[in-house]
């Protein structure tokens, strides 16, 4: 019999049940309100929710048209600063702004 290392069944069942995504999802929200956090201060920052995330672009709702304009002037630099921050690297690759 082979030994099995339960993190790697783990990993491969989440994958098998199609939860992979959803954790994926998750992190990537909770790393650009990471980003919303450190980067606009005040007002702004209160203004911008990350909402979702599927194939490959994140959806920032704003309640005001100042600060979605002022995240989309950011936009290059919140998908390299989620990318470098996701183990695998290189899942978001568009930012769409609801206002």
Known sequence: ?????????LKQRVKELGFGRQADALAILKLAEQYITENFKGPIGQKLTPQSFKDGTLLIASVSASAASEIKIFEKDLLEYINRKLKDGGKVTKLRVLI
Do not use: F, R, S, Y
Request: charged share 10%.
């Open 1 to 9: 019999m082979t030994l099995v290392k339960i993190g790697g069944m």
